[in-house]
């Protein structure tokens, strides 16, 4: 469980690199939920290609055409490389009609998201939770909600 959220029956795992640690879990049953990515510490330059190779070996190389959250909760630093892996993603999702939707942004990496106008191409919720129950029960594509640069 994390933030309230539960897969019953759910795949777990977890990589470190330099200052960052990623952690998937994914419901064995494919239409449970979508997979949640809890990125933790710093991503830049060196860390973001770590991202796309994780989530190839945990989901395999068509990751992409299904929906996936992405805990941010943990990270506390991103730069342009980030934010550039994030449209990338998105466009691929969008094609098939799938979603990418960001939650717990805070401190530096709220602020910098706001500055790239990110929250207007990929929702960004405030919890975990919200995150999933707009991906399990929303209408795609999702709109997403009211943003700002400084946490509630």
């Not at 640690?21 to 449970?32: D, F, G, H, M, N």
Request: a neutral charge.
């Amino acid at each position: 469980m994390h933030g309230g959220v539960v897969h019953r029956g759910a795949h777990t795992e977890e990589f470190a690199v330099r200052a960052a640690t990623l952690r998937l879990t994914w419901a064995r049953e494919k239409r449970a939920a979508p997979p949640i990515l809890v990125l933790d510490g710093e991503y830049d330059l060196e860390t973001v290609p770590e991202i796309d190779r994780f989530l190839r070996r945990r989901l395999g190389p068509l990751y992409h055409q299904e929906d996936l959250v992405i805990d941010l909760g943990g990270t506390t630093f991103v730069d342009s490389s980030f934010i550039g892996f994030l449209v990338r993603l998105v466009g691929d999702q969008r094609g098939k009609r799938k979603e990418l939707v960001l939650a717990r942004p805070s401190g530096q990496v709220r602020r910098m998201l706001a500055l790239v106008g990110l929250p207007n191409l990929v929702p960004v919720f405030e919890t975990l939770d919200e995150a999933v129950v707009a991906l399990v029960y929303g209408r795609t594509p999702l709109i997403p909600p009211a943003f700002s640069a400084i946490s509630a």
